[in-house]
């Protein structure tokens, strides 16, 4: 595993929520510098496409890394560092007894921290943070060009 981590920030987002979505995602390791982004035409949450940045990046990488993953989603955040032990524990249920929202992308999203050593960073939306910002942008772009614009 490589020591110099791979920084990673992430966005995603919805107009309006539920709605056509996008997600962004830009990746750094050294001089590399990898901008990834796509959408959904149809309905979806702003949710599903903050878990979607972090998923396609994470998949994305090649082999086993550290990894500093950016998000301004506590959702994700609080999910993935808190949450997501206890809902697999039991069965993929809220401690409420209620099934987990998202459970697919959250077991994606676990399968593809498994493969790496992530560590989690939460950042303030639209706080001049650069690569927060250019993830904003790349989801966007992924919207737009999801609904064909």
């Not at 987002?13 to 750094?28: I, Y």
Request: glycine share 10%.
């Amino acid at each position: 595993m490589s020591e110099t981590p791979v920084v990673i920030h992430t966005d995603g987002g919805c107009t309006p929520n539920p709605g056509p979505g996008g997600w962004g995602a830009v990746l750094r390791h050294g001089e590399h510098v990898k901008e990834m982004f796509g959408g959904e035409s149809e309905s979806t949450t702003n949710n599903r496409m903050e878990l979607t940045a972090p998923i396609m990046a994470l998949e994305a990488l090649t082999r086993s890394a550290v990894v500093h993953l950016h998000t301004d989603s506590t959702y994700v955040r609080s999910g993935i560092t808190q949450w997501v032990a206890g809902w697999e524990k039991n069965g993929w249920r809220t401690s409420s007894k209620q099934p987990v929202k998202n459970v697919d992308l959250w077991q994606r999203l676990k399968a593809a921290c498994d493969r790496h050593e992530v560590e989690w960073f939460w950042v303030k939306g639209h706080s001049g943070v650069p690569d927060n910002e250019l993830a904003d942008v790349l989801a966007t772009r992924g919207m737009t060009e999801a609904m064909g614009r």
